[in-house]
């Protein structure tokens, strides 16, 4: 081959590579070009679904497409997880990501995704607390009278959470490990049984998400001894953090975050990045999530993937300290 039609055959692989490279460019650019799928791994009505519904419709507004929140429950979030990690991975499936993520991992002994290298993390949305609560007519004035009571007669606390390996349930472990008493957890089948023991008498406390028993407080029904992370809550600001109430080194908060299928482009990674830090910023949603007992949060990518790192391995770590057998 000649020099001249090496040079020309160069010429046009430069060309060509050129050309697609643009092309991809100018695809990533025009992200999004379609409607978005949000898949949640809840049923509809919980206050996951309804952050992901809040923070969608703010999102299509930034991003100028549809944001469709599509409800897949199941087991350890696995069916919504796995649709995600295996959809195409250009920014138009997306997953609500949350702790129950990093909990599923330490409570099924092999999962059909690694929820660390499947997913590329786009933002924390915000977190929300786990109260203490208990019937307004209990024996127990605050979180200490409690404690005490557990202290001296061991076993002898009920403490009603949703199911085995909720965070609810687990929460209510870590403190028994972090109080160092010894109580009756009663997992039950949901929240509504949960509350009918409290109201009943049937457990003298639970561990439940605070937005969803702000209407029992509200009414009278129940009473909050305290909020579960390090910091009071908003809708509940004269009630005391567990470690003000006296338990030093307790923090849980549960957490919903955005992601994509790992492999989605960088550019696009940034793109719903910034359209969730819009929603979260904008006023209407501050104010329906923030009813709901919500702490809005948005982060980047790295700080989201540093989070789910973390969480994987503490809540591991309480799984094992329980004894709950993986699946």
């Given at each position: 081959?000649?020099?001249?039609r090496?040079?020309?055959?160069?010429?046009?692989?430069?060309?060509?590579g050129?050309?697609?490279?643009?092309?991809?460019?100018?695809?990533?650019?025009?992200?999004?070009?379609?409607?978005?799928?949000?898949l949640?791994?809840?049923?509809?009505?919980?206050?996951?679904?309804?952050?992901?519904?809040?923070?969608?419709?703010?999102m299509?507004?930034?991003?100028?497409?549809?944001?469709?929140?599509?409800?897949?429950?199941s087991?350890?979030?696995?069916?919504?997880?796995?649709?995600?990690?295996?959809?195409?991975?250009?920014?138009?499936?997306?997953?609500?990501?949350?702790?129950?993520?990093?909990?599923?991992?330490?409570?099924?002994?092999?999962?059909?995704?690694?929820?660390?290298?499947?997913?590329?993390?786009?933002?924390?949305?915000?977190?929300?607390?786990?109260?203490?609560?208990?019937?307004?007519?209990?024996?127990?004035?605050?979180?200490?009278?409690?404690?005490?009571?557990?202290?001296?007669?061991?076993?002898?606390?009920?403490?009603?959470?949703?199911?085995?390996?909720?965070?609810?349930?687990?929460?209510?472990?870590?403190?028994?490990?972090?109080?160092?008493?010894?109580?009756?957890?009663?997992?039950?089948?949901?929240?509504?049984?949960?509350?009918?023991?409290?109201?009943?008498?049937?457990?003298?406390?639970?561990?439940?998400?605070?937005?969803?028993?702000?209407?029992?407080?509200?009414?009278?029904?129940?009473?909050?001894?305290?909020?579960?992370?390090?910091?009071?809550?908003?809708?509940?600001?004269?009630?005391?953090?567990?470690?003000?109430?006296g338990?030093?080194?307790?923090d849980?908060?549960?957490?919903?975050?955005?992601?994509?299928?790992?492999?989605?482009?960088?550019?696009?990674?940034?793109?719903?990045?910034?359209?969730?830090?819009?929603?979260?910023?904008?006023?209407?949603?501050?104010?329906?999530?923030?009813?709901?007992?919500?702490?809005?949060?948005?982060?980047?990518?790295?700080e989201?993937?540093?989070?789910?790192?973390?969480?994987?391995?503490?809540?591991?770590?309480?799984?094992?300290?329980?004894?709950?057998?993986?699946?």
């Open positions: 081959m000649t020099t001249a090496c040079s020309r055959r160069r010429d046009a692989l430069i060309v060509l050129a050309a697609m490279f643009g092309g991809a460019a100018r695809s990533q650019a025009r992200f999004p070009d379609k409607p978005i799928s949000l949640v791994p809840f049923a509809p009505g919980g206050i996951a679904d309804i952050t992901a519904r809040a923070v969608a419709e703010a299509a507004k930034s991003l100028g497409q549809p944001v469709v929140v599509e409800n897949k429950p087991a350890g979030s696995i069916v919504a997880s796995q649709a995600v990690a295996t959809a195409r991975p250009d920014g138009h499936t997306l997953l609500l990501l949350s702790n129950g993520n990093a909990v599923s991992v330490g409570l099924f002994k092999k999962l059909p995704y690694d929820p660390v290298k499947d997913f590329a993390p786009v933002s924390l949305i915000g977190s929300f607390d786990i109260g203490l609560f208990v019937p307004a007519n209990s024996r127990f004035g605050t979180l200490k009278d409690a404690v005490a009571f557990a202290k001296a007669n061991p076993g002898k606390l009920t403490v009603g959470t949703i199911a085995v390996g909720s965070t609810q349930h687990l929460a209510a472990k870590l403190f028994e490990t972090v109080a160092g008493v010894d109580t009756l957890v009663v997992p039950y089948k949901g929240s509504p049984a949960v509350l009918t023991a409290l109201r009943t008498g049937e457990i003298d406390l639970a561990f439940e998400i605070v937005g969803p028993m702000l209407p029992q407080v509200a009414a009278g029904v129940v009473r909050a001894l305290a909020v579960s992370s390090g910091q009071r809550n908003p809708a509940l600001a004269e009630v005391p953090t567990v470690q003000q109430a338990i030093a080194g307790y849980v908060a549960s957490w919903n975050a955005i992601a994509a299928p790992a492999g989605t482009p960088p550019v696009v990674v940034e793109r719903l990045n910034r359209a969730v830090r819009d929603a979260v910023a904008a006023p209407a949603v501050a104010e329906r999530l923030g009813k709901a007992g919500m702490r809005l949060q948005a982060g980047t990518p790295a989201l993937q540093t989070l789910l790192v973390a969480e994987i391995r503490r809540w591991g770590e309480v799984i094992r300290a329980a004894k709950i057998e993986p699946e």
